[in-house]
């Protein structure tokens, strides 16, 4: 059966769909879900950070080193891995920049999809990294000491979309419509959802449509009540929720399909990604409320800056893909990164503190 056949009989049998439910279909189903088919994504129909250059993962080695050297049995946890670039690069940074840490490090790899995990495992293989060092798993592990690295993960986490209305919040739904499902409002599936979007609603004008991201939240909170000792590092595109709310008022939720944004994200679904922007400081309030300490919040150029990248490039190529990364009109200002910590001290090079202008 087509997915979008499985989402219509889903419908009829259960009533309006939420987004996040639609979104889960669409990139998770395991038979035709987005992420779940056997062609690699990153890098071909989309590119990420790891994919642009190895670049990227050698120089956040060099943040990464001093928050994984006091421990013991120190792990790397890569969540939402992919084709595990990051992970790869990441490690051959420690190897070069810390090799007694690298010595002793464990590998974990988190992906929903064993498509991807199995990817990913080639690719640390291909790069002569020890099969035995490496571990996997589905979702994050119970317990971790060392660093939880996030990069790009929480924009694919589905997300309920709500609407401001005179009276209030509405949730929006997917309904049977032309050619095959349409939105349509509705009073909130849930008190959750119910009380996060009326929060929100109170200070917008009706009509205003705006992301409700409350698997993005478990995550951040499930993340923090795992980590015994290390950080959370949170790599994404999006900004302060306020920020989001002014500069987005039909919300930030959209598809690419072949590297060409849509908006209608429900078309076609398993063809297309869907995405958002991600409001940082909910997120950061979620990780603190789990006692995490929140040590950074800055955008991927001024961290990769900080860390050294322009040192790190060596010949045009490198330097090209550099400049790239932290190009503060692209890339290097769209993405934010966000450090939290717990029983582990504010690592050196890192910046230092939570305070961006608006963007």
């Known amino acids: 059966m087509a997915l979008k056949d499985t989402i219509l009989e889903e419908i009829r049998h259960d009533g309006p769909m939420t987004v996040a439910r639609f979104i889960e279909h669409a990139l998770y189903d395991p038979q035709h879900g987005y992420y779940n088919q056997p062609q690699r994504r990153a890098g071909t129909e989309w590119v990420t950070a ?17 928050l994984l050297e006091p421990l013991q049995d120190p792990m790397l946890i890569d969540a939402g891995t992919g084709s595990g670039e990051l992970a790869r690069d990441i490690a051959l940074g420690l190897h070069e920049h810390a090799p007694e840490t690298f010595e002793r490090l464990t590998l974990h790899l988190v992906d929903a999809s064993q498509q991807a995990l199995q990817r990913a495992q080639g690719t640390l293989q291909d790069a002569g990294i020890h099969p035995d060092d490496v571990t996997t798993s589905t979702t994050l592990p119970q317990q971790a000491t060392g660093v939880i690295v996030a990069n790009e993960l929480l924009d694919a986490l589905p997300t309920h979309l709500c609407q401001a209305t005179p ?129 950074a919040y800055t955008t991927q150029g ?38 939290q910590t717990k029983n582990t001290p504010h690592p050196h090079p890192w910046p230092q503190g939570t305070n961006l202008p608006r963007t």
Do not use: C
Request: aromatic content about 8%; overall charge negative; proline content about 7%.
């Open 50 to 66: 790891p994919t642009l250059s190895p670049l990227f993962g050698h120089t956040l080695a060099r943040g990464i080193a001093p």
């Open 167 to 295: 009276n209030g919040a509405q949730e929006i739904f997917l309904v049977e419509g032309e050619p095959t499902v349409e939105l349509a409002a509705g009073p909130p599936s849930t008190p959750r959802i119910q009380d996060h979007a009326q929060r929100t609603a109170k200070t917008l004008d009706p009509g205003h449509l705006f992301e409700v991201p409350l698997e993005a939240i478990d995550w951040a909170k499930n993340a923090a009540r795992s980590l015994e000792q290390g950080a959370l590092v949170i790599i994404d595109y999006g900004a302060k929720r306020n920020q989001l709310l002014d500069a987005y008022p039909k919300g930030t939720l959209h598809a690419y399909h072949h590297g060409r944004r849509i908006e209608e994200f429900w078309f076609n679904p398993g063809t297309m990604d869907i995405t958002y922007r991600i409001p940082f400081d909910t997120i950061q309030e979620t990780s603190e409320n789990e006692s995490l300490q929140t040590r």
């Open 302 to 339: 001024t961290l990769l800056d900080a860390l050294g990248i322009r040192e790190i490039a060596q010949d045009a190529n490198d330097i090209l893909q550099a400049k790239k990364l932290i190009d503060p009109q692209g890339a290097g200002g769209t993405f934010k990164t966000l450090l």
